[in-house]
C-alpha cells in the first residue's frame, strides 16, 4: 500500500532526510488541504517522539518574509512539547538542516477563546493572556527548495518549526508597548538584527488576534496555558555549530541558545 504524504514527510523528519518536494499525488494544491496534512504530521511526531501539542507559531507575519517564500499571508503550525526548550539550552547542530535564528515575542494564554459564529476582537483576545515571552523560534524546512515550494508544502512541513526556544514570562506586560520594544538578535556577541514588534503585522497582538480568528474559522479555538509565537521581529540568522544566539527584548528579558 502506498504511503500517505503526511507518512512520507514525517518518516524524512524521523530519518533526518530532505525532500526535493512532496511528490504530485500526494501534494496539497489548497490551504484547507495543506492544515489537513499538517494534522496527519502532528500526529505522526506525537506518536513517534511523545509529549503534546502546546500551542502555535504563526508564520510569515512581516512582509519580508511573505516576499521570501512567496507567499501572499501568514500561516500557522503547532509547537511540540518535544521540540520546546527553556532558555540556555545547548542543542546538537546536526539534528537541524539550516537553524534559521527567529527573535520572536510569545504569548501565553490564561483562558480558553470558545470558537463562534463572529469574528474576535483585538482586545477581547489580550484579555485572554496570561503574559508575554521572549523567544526564539528555531525554523527549519524538510524541503530543499524551501523558499519555492509554495504555502501549501510550507503549512504541511508544520510551518517550517523545528524547536522554539523560550524565556521567563512577563505576567505584568500591559506597562509595555510591544509594538515599539526594540529587539536584538546577538550572534556571539555581536549584534547581527535588530528590530521592534512593528515588524509583526504592526503589533504581535495583531498576530495574535489573527491566529485566534484563524482557529476561530475552523472550529477550534485558543485553550488556557497555550503558548504562541507571533513572527519574526529582525533580519534572520542561520546559525553554525559553536554559535552562541541571545534575543535581547529589552524591559522583556532575553532568550539564549547554543548549538553544539
Not at 503550525?77 to 534559521?100: N, P, Q
Not at 515599539?180 to 503585522?201: F, M, P, T
Not at 541571545?246 to 539564549?256: H, T
Request: hydrophobic residues 45%.
Amino acid at each position: 500500500m502506498s504511503k500517505s504524504g503526511s507518512e512520507l514527510l514525517a518518516e524524512a523528519m524521523f530519518i533526518h532526510k530532505r525532500l526535493p518536494q512532496l511528490p504530485d499525488d500526494v501534494r496539497p494544491r489548497t490551504e484547507e488541504e495543506a492544515y489537513e496534512f499538517q494534522r496527519g504530521v502532528v500526529e505522526k511526531l506525537l506518536q513517534h517522539y511523545g509529549g503534546a501539542v502546546i500551542g502555535y507559531k504563526i508564520a510569515c507575519t512581516n512582509a519580508v518574509a511573505q516576499r521570501q517564500l512567496r507567499v501572499a499571508g501568514p500561516f500557522f503550525g503547532r509547537l511540540l512539547s518535544s521540540r520546546c526548550y527553556d532558555s540556555g539550552i545547548r542543542l546538537d547542530a546536526d539534528e537541524f538542516f539550516m537553524r534559521v535564528m527567529e527573535a520572536e515575542f510569545a504569548f501565553r494564554m490564561a483562558r480558553d477563546l470558545a470558537p463562534r459564529q463572529s469574528p474576535l476582537g483585538r482586545d477581547e483576545v489580550a484579555g485572554a493572556v496570561e503574559g508575554v515571552i521572549p523567544a526564539i523560534e528555531i525554523v527549519d524546512s524538510r524541503f530543499d527548495s524551501w523558499t519555492t515550494v509554495g504555502a501549501p508544502s510550507l503549512i504541511a512541513d508544520n510551518a517550517c518549526n523545528a524547536g522554539w526556544v523560550k524565556g521567563t514570562l512577563m505576567a505584568d506586560w500591559r506597562k509595555l508597548d510591544l509594538a515599539v520594544q526594540a529587539v536584538r538578535l546577538e550572534i556571539n556577541g555581536d549584534v547581527k538584527g535588530a528590530g521592534s514588534g512593528a515588524a509583526v503585522l504592526g503589533h504581535p497582538l495583531n498576530a495574535l488576534t489573527w491566529l485566534a480568528n484563524a482557529l476561530n474559522e475552523r472550529g477550534v479555538g485558543l485553550q488556557a496555558g497555550d503558548y504562541i509565537s507571533t513572527g519574526v521581529t529582525t533580519d534572520v540568522y542561520m546559525a553554525a555549530r559553536g554559535d552562541h544566539i541571545r534575543a535581547d527584548f529589552g524591559a522583556l528579558g532575553s532568550v539564549e541558545v547554543t548549538f553544539e
